[in-house]
């Protein structure tokens, strides 16, 4: 075979990349949705948050325009900030860059490997510096990245990390004697039955406090409980696990002042209640052993704001 006859096989050889799956039911669905006049956020935007949240077992979820949205949704949520590093594979979509830059994060990029176009895991921990917030992992092309060797990178690297000034929640880890700084937290609340999730009460930017739930294996972070001018904090669970006793902040219009009362919500941020409602500050609650009654520290019924243990019955 003649060398230009070759060169002309090869520049007429098509390989698909990633060709979309589309069809005739994805068509006909955008076809209703153009037709319903809906052509922003609407019921079947609502109706796919309500599918995801339920498929992926937590109470909400958020749909947003794209994924390149949703990762520097993802990278401002992890507190991506100016100053910070972000790793990030030399080989792919703009988007992988873009996030972080949007945040004003500084871009570091990792070459491919020699044979294929994963990024080089070596590489990456030679890249990790005490100013890396953030690793970007890409799969690409229908080829998973070895995550056991980008965790393997990232967990010979730990040594230069730790907890900024401020409330951090740590583990410790008896084997190797060492604590470790895994998420920005306090009060932490223990699941019994899963070592790996907590609940926790964190600061936003603005000092006020919200209820989280962690899987530090996993890296989940759900918000249970927020809302704007309100703050709650030290969580407590159940002994049947559907519930969180919280502290937080009300106001007794009778007497003008400001005030700490007990709440409880359930675990998946639903049916916020106020339990307490006393101008004196009621503090620590704790579950009674069978869940039926609650016990907390209270300054009611005291003219020098001495505090007392209370029970109060439950039965939502």
Avoid at 56 to 71: D, F, G, M, P
Avoid at 117 to 139: G, L, N, P, R, S
Avoid at 170 to 183: A, E, H, I, Q, V
Wanted: hydrophobic letters at 35%; aromatic letters at 8%; a negative charge.
């Amino acid at each position: 075979m003649a060398k230009e006859e070759v060169i002309t096989e090869i520049v007429q050889r098509s390989i698909p990349f990633s060709p979309p799956d589309i069809s005739e039911l994805e068509i006909n669905e955008v076809a209703e949705a153009l037709r319903s006049g809906w052509i922003t956020t609407g019921p079947r935007t609502k109706e796919l948050e309500r599918r995801l949240a339920k498929y992926c077992h937590t109470s909400k979820t958020v749909c947003l325009n794209s994924a390149t949205a949703a990762e520097e949704l993802n990278l401002r949520v992890c507190g991506i900030e100016p100053g910070d590093e972000v790793i990030v594979p030399a080989y792919t979509y703009t988007a992988s860059a873009s996030a972080p830059i949007h945040c004003g994060a500084k871009v570091i990029f990792v070459d491919s490997q020699k044979d294929n176009c994963e990024m080089d895991y070596d590489k990456v921990a030679e890249a990790i510096t005490e100013k890396t917030k953030a690793v970007v992992a890409v799969d690409l092309g229908g080829i998973i990245c070895d995550y056991d060797k980008l965790y393997a990178a990232i967990e010979s690297k730990k040594h230069l990390f730790k907890a900024k000034e401020g409330n951090s929640l740590w583990s410790y880890d008896r084997k190797t004697n060492l604590f470790s700084n895994y998420s920005r937290g306090m009060t932490a609340c223990l699941i019994p039955g899963d070592p790996n999730t907590i609940y926790c009460a964190r600061f936003t930017t603005n000092k006020e406090s919200e209820i989280w739930r962690i899987n530090f294996k996993t890296g989940v972070e759900e918000v249970i409980l927020a809302q704007p001018g309100k703050s709650y904090t030290t969580p407590q669970l159940s002994p049947d696990g559907k519930w969180l006793l919280v502290t937080g902040n009300s106001r007794s219009e009778k007497e003008g002042i400001d005030n700490t009362d007990i709440f409880v919500v359930r675990t998946d941020g639903t049916q916020l209640t106020q339990l307490t409602y006393h101008p004196g500050n009621d503090l620590s609650p704790v579950w009674s052993p069978d869940g039926k009654s609650i016990f907390f520290l209270s300054q009611r019924g005291s003219s020098d704001k001495v505090y007392n243990v209370w029970r109060m019955n439950f039965n939502l």
